[in-house]
């Protein structure tokens, strides 16, 4: 994008990054809201493309400032330096907004097909919120916010995600799990795996979708082993009358980081 093309931190623009971050092929399995469904704008013939990135890098950097600076103290939020900070931090969403739609080009020129962008959503970022009539901020740290339409709940890489609408909540603080969430810690996955499985044999999930993922230790942390099943979060939520499901959207290709150990 023309505004990022001089940006500090423009060379990590495009790229997936490691974790829990990825890029997927998927395709529609089945609906279950239909009148949803058809005012979202998807298809069920189409395979869709999600991707999951931030900022690469660039938001922590602001955080470490900022924790050298002044701590893990508050800021007065009419302070010249709260004014700064969230100048930064609205630079930091863009940026992940760039990146994300500059790994989706990227991939579909690759796969010479054409896409549009339908769904946009960050969950690591602050806002202003009232809450029981007193106004603040709401800081989110991997949640998804419940106020900006459909959503998309990843699962695991051999898991479904799902497609859901947000019932807007006050007691949930507006906000969503935006994913399946960890079931074991990281460290302790290759020690479970490694045994069973080789990480070839990891690139082929239960559900037939193919893994590209050239970290071999990366491969055993993010194992669908390593994570909690879906369904279980999406029935909880849906329980909770925080969220009507929409569409199960089934893995095809899972394109994870290439090994490179950048920013």
């Known amino acids: 994008p023309a505004a990022m093309q001089h940006h500090s931190w423009r060379s990590a623009l495009g790229s997936i990054g490691g974790g829990n971050h990825f890029a997927e092929l998927q395709q529609v399995d089945r609906?279950?809201?239909?009148?949803?469904?058809?005012?979202?704008?998807?298809?069920?013939?189409?395979?869709?493309?999600?991707?999951?990135?931030?900022?690469?890098?660039?938001?922590?950097?602001?955080?470490?400032?900022?924790?050298?600076?002044?701590?893990?103290?508050?800021?007065?939020?009419?302070?010249?330096?709260?004014?700064?900070?969230?100048?930064?931090?609205?630079?930091?969403?863009?940026?992940?907004?760039?990146?994300?739609?500059?790994?989706?080009?990227?991939?579909?020129?690759?796969?010479?097909?054409?896409?549009?962008?339908?769904?946009?959503?960050?969950?690591?970022?602050?806002?202003?919120?009232?809450?029981?009539?007193e106004a603040g901020w709401l800081h989110r740290k991997g949640a998804t916010p419940d106020g900006q339409g459909l959503v998309i709940?990843?699962?695991?890489?051999?898991?479904?995600?799902?497609?859901?609408?947000?019932?807007?909540?006050?007691?949930?603080?507006?906000?969503?799990?935006?994913?399946a969430g960890r079931k074991w810690m990281r460290t302790e996955c290759k020690d479970r795996l490694s045994a069973k499985f080789t990480p070839r044999q990891l690139c082929r999930t239960g559900m037939g979708s193919r893994v590209i993922c050239r970290d071999r230790q990366l491969i055993y942390e993010e194992a669908p082993q390593a994570y909690k099943s879906i369904d279980s979060v999406v029935d909880c939520l849906a329980d909770a009358g925080l969220i009507t499901p929409v569409a199960c959207l089934r893995p095809v290709l899972t394109l994870k980081t290439s090994g490179e150990k950048s920013a």
């Open 153 to 179: 709940i990843p699962g695991s890489r051999g898991d479904y995600s799902w497609l859901v609408k947000p019932v807007v909540s006050e007691e949930s603080l507006f906000s969503l799990a935006h994913g």
């Open 31 to 133: 609906i279950v809201d239909a009148d949803s469904f058809a005012l979202s704008g998807l298809q069920k013939t189409q395979l869709l493309l999600l991707v999951h990135s931030g900022s690469r890098g660039l938001g922590q950097a602001i955080l470490r400032r900022h924790v050298e600076a002044f701590s893990h103290n508050g800021l007065p939020e009419d302070s010249d330096d709260a004014r700064r900070y969230l100048a930064e931090h609205d630079d930091a969403l863009a940026f992940a907004r760039s990146n994300r739609a500059l790994i989706a080009c990227r991939i579909l020129q690759q796969l010479r097909a054409e896409g549009e962008p339908r769904l946009d959503v960050a969950h690591n970022f602050v806002e202003p919120c009232t809450v029981a009539g």
